[in-house]
């Protein structure tokens, strides 16, 4: 894992870049897609 990005939505904790693609909460083990959290940017 690499670079923290953003937020878990279910515990808070800082998401960190997965190898295997998208993001990974390393608290409670929550798979987010990328495409999902860089829509969610300004």
Do not use: F, K, W
Request: some cysteine; glycine content about 10%.
């Amino acid at each position: 894992m690499i670079h923290s990005y953003g937020r878990c939505q279910c515990c808070g904790e800082r998401l960190y870049e997965n190898v295997s693609g998208g993001y990974r909460c390393p608290n409670c083990r929550t798979d987010y897609a990328a495409d999902v959290l860089e829509s969610r940017l300004p």
